[in-house]
C-alpha cells in the first residue's frame, strides 16, 4: 500500500496552494517515536530553565545585597496592593498622596495607570492579611517568570507541529530548544526586571508570557478552532488587556484579523461559524480595559498625560506634552526609538567588572524631537544576538510566498505580536526595561527560526548538525552573559550596602586596575558617565554614576541624583531616637529634630495618630521631590522610634530614612554641621522627646584603598 507522506511529499503543489505538513522519509513515524522525541524536548526545555533559576534568584530576591529575600521590593512596589484594596472597597481610587508623582488626577482623585491584573492576582493573598502588603512584587514577578518559560515551551511545540507535522525531534534539535529556552529566561530583559523588582518591571514581567501565552492559544485556534481554545483565547487576551494596555490592543488586533480570515474563508469554509466567536474574543477584553480606563480617566482610550502629579510639578514634561500635542506617542520619536533598541553595537565594553554594561550615556534623541526621558538603553540586537538573529530568520520564513508545511498560520500571529511592541517605538521615553515588550515577537519568530534550520538540516551530515549546536550554544552563552552583567550594573535604586558589595566586586574581578578610572575633586560633578567612580578630597565621599542625565529634573539635578553613594564620612549619618509619652493625637505643636545651617527637619501633626516630617528652608523652592514625607503612623508610646539622617554636604543632599524607607530625598544648601535638636531634661516632661542615638560604624577603606591604587 503506497503510504499518504510519500504521496504527500512526491505531488507537486498548485500554484495557489501551500505546501503540507514535511513528511519523513518513506514511512511514517510512530507513536513511540513521536513520544521520545516529545520528552526529548521537554527534557531540554526543563534543563535550559534550571540552568538559568540561580542566576535569577539571585537577581530578584538578593542581587549585591547580601542575603537573600524572596520578598525584596523597591520603591515603587506597594502600587498594586494599594489597588487591590481599593477594590475591596468597589472603585479604583488610591488614597491621595500614596503615589507621589506617578499618580494620575481625576475629580479630585488618584489613579495609577498601571493595569489590575496584578492587583487582582494579590487579592487571595491581601484577603486574608495585611502582612504581605508593599511585600508580593518578587514573588509576583517570579511566577510570571515560570510562565515565561511555560507558555514559550508550549509556543514552540505548537509551531513545531504546525510547521512540521509529525516529523520526529532528534537530540541536537531538542538541545536547541533548550538553550534557546535558557537565553529567553536567562539571557534576555527578564534579568533586568528581576533586577529591580518594582511596579515598572512587574508590569512588563506579566506582560511578556501573558502575551506569549495568548498568541499559543490563537493559534491554536487558526490551527482548528474549538471553543476551549476559542475560550482560552478571550481568557488570556482579557488578562494581558487588563495588565498592559498596548499589548493588550496587539492580542485584540490579532483576534480580529483571524475571525476576519475565517469570515471571508481563507481556512475552510466550515470554520466561517468561528468569526463571530473570535469578534467577542476580540472585543470583550478591549471594552473592559475601555471600561477600567474609564472608570480611572474618565476617557475610554489612552491617557491624559496633562493630570498626572508629574506633569504637575515637572517643567520639561509639560514642555515635552506641549511639544508633541498633549500626546506622548508621535511618529517623530521613532528615529530615536529604532536607534536605541536596534543599533548593532549598543553596549559597552571595558576590562572593568563586570565587562559588559549597557552605553554610558542616556540614548540619542534624533531629529530635534522632543522625548520625555532617556536613560543608558543596550540594544536588541547587541545583548540578545540570538533571539534577533533567529527571530530574523523567522520572519523571512514566514512571510516567503511559498512556504512549508501550515507556516503560513504564523503570519497573523507575527503580525499580532508586532502589533503588541510597536507602541513602545512610539512612546517618547527610552529605557532598557522598555526591551520586554519586543520579547513576546521574538519568542514567536524565534521559535519559527529555529524550527526551519533544523528542518534543513535533517538532511546533512551530524556534523553539520553538531556545529550549528555548537553556534547557538556559544551565542545563547553570550546572551546570558552579557544580560547578567547588565543586570548587575548600577541603577538609582540601589542601596549604599549594594554599592559597596558590587564596588568590591570590581576591585576583585577587573581585568583592569579599577583605581586608575577614578576621578577626584573637591566637588561632586552633575554628571558622568555610567559606572563613573568619584573621591571628593580627603575621602569625605566615594561616589558611583549612574549615567543618567537629571537635566530635566533640577530637583533632582541639584541633589546629584545621578549618583549613587558608595561610601560617606561617618559624621554625615544621625540616628535620632524620637519617644511619644502620650497619644501621637495630641500633637499640637511643631517638634524640632535637626539643624543644618539655616535648614531645619522638624515633625508636625498630620491626621489623627499620625505625624509627617519637613524639611524647612532647604535652600531652594523647586516644588520636586517634595521637602515633606509620607504620613508615619505612631501606635505605640514609650517607645523610641528610630529615624536615619544622612547629610552630605558633597552631594548638597539630604536623605531621611524611617527604618529603611525613605521619607525625604532633598536638597539641601550650605555645611551645616548638622546637629540633633536633643530634649534636654524639661519639666513636665514634653509629649515628644529627641534623642541622638550611636550611630553604625561608616568606614572609608574602599576610598583610600583606591586612593592608593592610583
Not at 496552494?17 to 526545555?45: C, K, Y
Amino acid at each position: 500500500m503506497v503510504d499518504v507522506a510519500t504521496v504527500v511529499a512526491t505531488r507537486e503543489p498548485d500554484s495557489s496552494e501551500e505546501v503540507g505538513p514535511e513528511p519523513t522519509l518513506g514511512v511514517s513515524p510512530s507513536e513511540t517515536e513521536i513520544s521520545a522525541g516529545r520528552r526529548r524536548f521537554i527534557t531540554a526545555v526543563v534543563i535550559g530553565a534550571a540552568a538559568v533559576t540561580i542566576p535569577y534568584l539571585w537577581m530578584l530576591w538578593a542581587l549585591w545585597s547580601g542575603s537573600p529575600d524572596p520578598l525584596r521590593g523597591v520603591p515603587y512596589d506597594n502600587f498594586y496592593d494599594l489597588q487591590a484594596r481599593s477594590m475591596f472597597q468597589g472603585h479604583l481610587n488610591i488614597p491621595n498622596g500614596y503615589m507621589g508623582i506617578e499618580a494620575f488626577l481625576h475629580n479630585g482623585r488618584q489613579y495609577t495607570y498601571f493595569g489590575v491584573f496584578p492587583s487582582i492576582l494579590r487579592m487571595p493573598i491581601l484577603v486574608l492579611t495585611h502582612r504581605f502588603d508593599g511585600k508580593l512584587t518578587a514573588p509576583s514577578m517570579l511566577l510570571a517568570w515560570v510562565a515565561t518559560g511555560v507558555f514559550s515551551s508550549l509556543l514552540f511545540w505548537r509551531l513545531r507541529i504546525i510547521i512540521r507535522g509529525r516529523t520526529i525531534m532528534g537530540r541536537a534539535e531538542a538541545a536547541a530548544f533548550g538553550v534557546l529556552t535558557a537565553t529567553i529566561m536567562g539571557g534576555s530583559v527578564l534579568l533586568y526586571l528581576a533586577a529591580t523588582p518594582f511596579i515598572y518591571s512587574e508590569d512588563f514581567a506579566w506582560s511578556v508570557p501573558l502575551t506569549v501565552g495568548a498568541l499559543f492559544a490563537l493559534l491554536g485556534v487558526l490551527e482548528h478552532p474549538t471553543w476551549g481554545r476559542v475560550v482560552a483565547s478571550g481568557l488570556l487576551i482579557l488578562a494581558v488587556s487588563l495588565n498592559r494596555t498596548p499589548a493588550g490592543y496587539g492580542c485584540t488586533i490579532g483576534a480580529l484579523l483571524i475571525g476576519g480570515w475565517f469570515a471571508f474563508g481563507r481556512e475552510k469554509a466550515t470554520r466561517r461559524r468561528w468569526a463571530l466567536p473570535l469578534l467577542a474574543v476580540a472585543i470583550v477584553p478591549f471594552l473592559a480595559n475601555c471600561a477600567v480606563t474609564y472608570a480611572k480617566f474618565g476617557i475610554p482610550v489612552g491617557l491624559p498625560m496633562a493630570d498626572q502629579v508629574w506633569a504637575h510639578v515637572n517643567a520639561h514634561r509639560r514642555n515635552f506634552l506641549a511639544a508633541n500635542a498633549g500626546k506622548a506617542f508621535s511618529l517623530r520619536f521613532l528615529p530615536s526609538t529604532l536607534l536605541a533598541y536596534f543599533q548593532p553595537f549598543g553596549l559597552h565594553v571595558t576590562s572593568i567588572f563586570p565587562f559588559v554594561t549597557p552605553p554610558t550615556t542616556p540614548a540619542r534623541v534624533v531629529g530635534g524631537a522632543v522625548l520625555d526621558q532617556t536613560y543608558p538603553t543596550a540594544s536588541l540586537p547587541a545583548t540578545m544576538p540570538l533571539l534577533f538573529l533567529l527571530g530574523c530568520w523567522g520572519t523571512v520564513t514566514a512571510f516567503r510566498p511559498k512556504g512549508f508545511g501550515r507556516i503560513g498560520l504564523t503570519r497573523i500571529i507575527l503580525v499580532t505580536a508586532a502589533a503588541g511592541s510597536a507602541g513602545v517605538l512610539l512612546w517618547g521615553y527610552i529605557s532598557e526595561r522598555y526591551l520586554a515588550d519586543f520579547m513576546p515577537f521574538l519568542i514567536v519568530a524565534g521559535g519559527i527560526g529555529l524550527i526551519d534550520i533544523w528542518r534543513r538540516l535533517d538532511a546533512r551530515p551530524i556534523r553539520a548538525k553538531r556545529i550549528t549546536l555548537g553556534v547557538i550554544c556559544l551565542t545563547g552563552a553570550f546572551c546570558i552573559m552579557a544580560n547578567v552583567a547588565i543586570a548587575i550594573s548600577p541603577v538609582a535604586q540601589w542601596t549604599q550596602a549594594q554599592t559597596v558589595n558590587y564596588v568590591n566586586a570590581q576591585q576583585r574581578f577587573s581585568l583592569g586596575s579599577l583605581a586608575s578610572t577614578v576621578r577626584h575633586g573637591a566637588t561632586v560633578p552633575y554628571w558622568a558617565p555610567a559606572g563613573q567612580l568619584f573621591a571628593t578630597n580627603s575621602c569625605s565621599g566615594l561616589y558611583l554614576s549612574t549615567g543618567n542625565h537629571m537635566k530635566d529634573v533640577p530637583g533632582q539635578q541639584i541633589q546629584h541624583y545621578t549618583w549613587i553613594p558608595v561610601e560617606r564620612s561617618p559624621d554625615m549619618t544621625h540616628v535620632i531616637g524620637i519617644t511619644f509619652h502620650g497619644p501621637a493625637s495630641r500633637l499640637t505643636a511643631t517638634v524640632p529634630l535637626l539643624t543644618y545651617g539655616a535648614s531645619s527637619l522638624v515633625m508636625e501633626p498630620a491626621e489623627p495618630g499620625y505625624v509627617l516630617v519637613r524639611l524647612v528652608n532647604s535652600g531652594t523652592s523647586i516644588p520636586w521631590p517634595s521637602a515633606t514625607g509620607w504620613h508615619v503612623h505612631i501606635r505605640l508610646l514609650q517607645r523610641k522610634y528610630k529615624m536615619t539622617v544622612i547629610t552630605d554636604p558633597n552631594m548638597n543632599q539630604i536623605l531621611v530614612t524611617w527604618y529603611g524607607a525613605k521619607l525625604i530625598g532633598h536638597y539641601i544648601g550650605g555645611t551645616g554641621p548638622a546637629q540633633v535638636a536633643v530634649t534636654t531634661g524639661a519639666t513636665p516632661q514634653p509629649l515628644v522627646s529627641v534623642a541622638q542615638l550611636p550611630t553604625p560604624a561608616s568606614p572609608v577603606g574602599i576610598c583610600r584603598s583606591l586612593l592608593r591604587g592610583s
